[in-house]
């Protein structure tokens, strides 16, 4: 017996749907996949990756976890990116972010949450080091926008530091790091204008990006 049909169902619906619109579509796509772009971005249930950008199955490598995070011992993410880059070579890869990051709020909390405070510990470090900045802006729904900002920002730069990134720039295979925010009250996605294509670039926003 099917579990959850309502499912199953609109799964039949849309492969019907798509395979009218493009006839083909899934066989061509068996053959091989060639993305140009990997998504690293929140697993937030609002922040669905290929809706946001209109692209279809086959268009976006994808890795999502809580709070849209690069940990450099995260063998989950590093394995996806390595695959991106040197097997798929995409030659882009976006950090985006959210306004209202349920993690990234977890993480300005004092009060304990179990678990997920060692996979957000890397954003506690950075709200703690921001904190004086952050008291300044006019209330706390400003300052967790601010800070989902400043996320992005760090994760564009673990990204950039990693082995398979840094590898990718020493044999010149173009690859660009750029990162976003996407606004789940209004649905639309911002550039934060936080682009590196190569290590001049990146440590210019290591440099900014340390505000004491
Ligand atoms: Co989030």
């Known amino acids: 017996m099917k579990t959850l049909p309502e499912l199953f169902a609109n799964n039949d619906e849309w492969r019907h749907r798509t395979e009218q619109n493009q006839p083909g579509f899934f066989k061509q796509l068996e053959g091989q996949q060639s993305p140009r772009f990997l998504w690293i971005g929140c697993a937030d249930s609002r922040v669905p990756a290929n809706q946001i950008v209109g692209l279809m199955p086959g268009e976006l490598f ?5 709070a849209n995070l690069v940990n450099h011992t995260d063998l989950n993410l590093l394995s996806v990116l390595q695959f991106a880059v040197d097997v798929l070579k995409v030659e ?4 985006v972010g959210h306004y209202g990051c349920g993690g990234v709020r977890a993480a300005t909390e004092d009060q304990p949450h179990g678990l997920i405070d ?11 080091r ?6 300044e802006l006019p209330d706390d729904g400003a300052r ?3 800070m989902c900002e400043l996320n992005v920002a760090r994760q564009v730069i673990n990204v950039a530091n990693t082995t398979v990134v840094q ?3 020493r044999r010149e295979q173009p690859l660009s790091i750029h990162g ?9 996605l911002s550039d934060l204008d936080l682009g590196v294509n190569n290590n001049p670039e990146l440590r210019t926003l290591e ?3 340390y505000n004491g």
């Open 118 to 128: 060692n996979w957000l510990r890397q954003v506690r470090e950075l709200y703690l």
């Open 92 to 95: 882009h890869i976006m950090v």
């Open 144 to 146: 967790l926008d601010r």
């Open 130 to 135: 921001n904190r004086k900045a952050l008291a």
């Open 207 to 209: 440099a900014d990006s």
């Open 62 to 66: 994808v890795h999502r976890n809580v």
């Open 167 to 169: 590898e990718a720039w």
């Open 180 to 188: 976003w925010i996407y606004s789940i009250a209004n649905g639309k």
